[in-house]
């Protein structure tokens, strides 16, 4: 059974300001974990892990994590707004997006991130977007591109197995093909870019740190072909996120230490003693950095016995996908049950019109009563932030449990006033 950093005191006190469900992150652990990644990747001159701000979107979990010099990695408008709000700019962002509207390159361009291209033809595209001209078009305002840090998202295909959220990367929509990103970079250096980086992201929820180290080991080999055949140096490489949590009892947290370790091995013969320029080594992980210390607290409403027993939750799929959305699992604590064998088996629901809407199946628990508290472990990245309004249900509020036990809200529960306020009920 999972170990939580609160009891059912705590819960009960708590759900008298929030009423239940909530979300709510250890401020503790989140920094514990933060410090352990930095240090495994210490031997690295400019590490920088970059926060995938889709996992958690929130400004106060993005501003702890800038404690630890933790950049931001964003893809959409809204999240480069959100790191421009916390004090991230300039190459504290990365931005890795894909379909890439012009507005949102021009945005990134502003805030002097390191604009991430998925695709040959973005390379163009950024330029016209930024006011460079492209295709012969006149260029609107002479803009430098030698001071700015650009990267290229490669694609290995076939060349690397992917995993199961993933898929297999030859299907994924994702980065360029080996071809395209010479040809990428090469027209980049004729523009007049002289500072680069190149990124893949090949891993999802992944365990094993040999995959990692693999990703790693893949990026250096080509930074070196690249630089050979283009005639380029790479500041850095960024190995994307997909470092995976252990959701299973039975899985074991990925080895961090050993990540790192094998990295370091790879950096030497592959950087070190190809006679290359340093490189930094950047990361954009999400779901291991804060996924295990958020929590989705919900009060049990009903219990229903027909051909199967069902707890019936305040919470609902809204607050938390990713059951129903991939068959996940999470594991559940019944706070002040701990202890009580698992003599039931439940379905456990939220109230949405849907019947994937369940938060676990067939699952053994202790027995349960309406009014008890019902913990979902290993919400704290995609939770929370994949959250809809469905069927009208109310995305809930963040809370953060500081270090001295104190609660802060850091998200405010919606109310029906915020589900309507994109409706004219005067046009009626
Ligand atoms: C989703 C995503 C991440 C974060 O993935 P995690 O599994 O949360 O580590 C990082 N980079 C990109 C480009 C992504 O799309």
Redesign the pocket.
Known sequence: MRKLPFDKNWIEKTAEKWPTPFHVYDAAAIRANARRLKAAFAWNEGFRE?F?V??APNPHLMKLLKEFGFGS?C?SMAELVLAEKVGNTGELI?F???DTPAEEFRKAWELGAIV?LDDISHWPYFVEAVGGGSSGAPASRHVEFGNALFCC?YNPGPLKGGNA?IGKPEEAK?GMTREQLFDCYAQMKAAGVKRFGL?T?V???ELDPEYIIDTAKLLFQLAGEIHEKVGIDFEFVNI?????IPYRPDQKAMDLERVGAGIHAAYDELVVAKGLKPIRLYM??????T?PYGYLVAKVRHIKDTYRKYVGLDACMSNLMRPALYGAYHEIVVPGKENEPQTEVYDVTGSLCENNDKFAIQRPLPHIVPGDYVVICDAG??GHAMGFQYNGKLRSAELLLEEDGSVRQIRRAETLDDYFATLDFEGL
């Open positions: 970059y995938a889709k996992a990695d893809s990365m890795t997006s894909n991430n998202r959220i994702y990124h992201m891993a999802s929820n994307g996120g997909g470092i995976g954009e992980c999400g779901r291991c950095i996924g990245a995609h």
